[in-house]
């Protein structure tokens, strides 16, 4: 007469709906979901789901890992997400990863550092490693140093 709506495997997760934290939620711990989830609420914890939507009377502290986020409340913790949306009543205190999109709307408040990887994973740019490369350099005379070195020989 009733299904087991629970999988077998607790771990996997077999739902692609619509998941809502009311402003009235206050949530201890870490969200994990395939599909997406709107905050309204507040969530102490990391937050693992495929679309994330940060309403202007919710509040994220941890890190967050989407593959979408619209953020419009108040977040602190690192984000790292393929498309990043910050409204501008958003408030974030954190560093953001993104892979391929970042619009910001005019008077949003980040602190933090914004930077744009490949594929997920964090490589040199030829500016990191101009930078690597300096500093490993020895040091070496001055050109006029050298010059004048040839003209007393």
């Not at 629970?6 to 870490?30: A, C, W, Y």
């Not at 009543?89 to 602190?111: H, Q």
């Not at 997920?120 to 500016?127: F, T, V």
Request: charge should be negative; avoid cysteine; aromatic fraction near 2%.
């Amino acid at each position: 007469m009733f299904k087991n709506l629970r999988s077998t495997d607790p771990k996997t997760l077999n739902h692609s709906g619509k998941s809502l934290v009311g402003e009235t939620l206050q949530i201890e711990g870490d969200i994990r979901s395939s599909g997406s989830v709107d905050i309204s609420g507040l969530v102490n914890g990391n937050v693992f789901v495929s679309n994330l939507i940060i309403n202007e009377v919710g509040s994220v502290r941890g890190s967050i890992e989407a593959t979408t986020i619209e953020i419009n409340g108040h977040i602190e913790g690192k984000v790292l997400a393929d498309s990043i949306i910050i409204g501008n009543k958003a408030i974030v205190k954190g560093d953001l990863v993104f892979r391929n999109t970042l619009k910001t709307e005019e008077g949003a408040d980040i602190d933090g550092y914004i930077k744009r990887v490949n594929n997920g994973k964090l490589k040199n740019s030829e500016e990191d490693i101009a930078i690597e490369e300096i500093v490993d350099r020895q040091e070496r005379k001055p050109i006029a140093a050298v010059v004048q070195q040839k003209e007393a020989v």
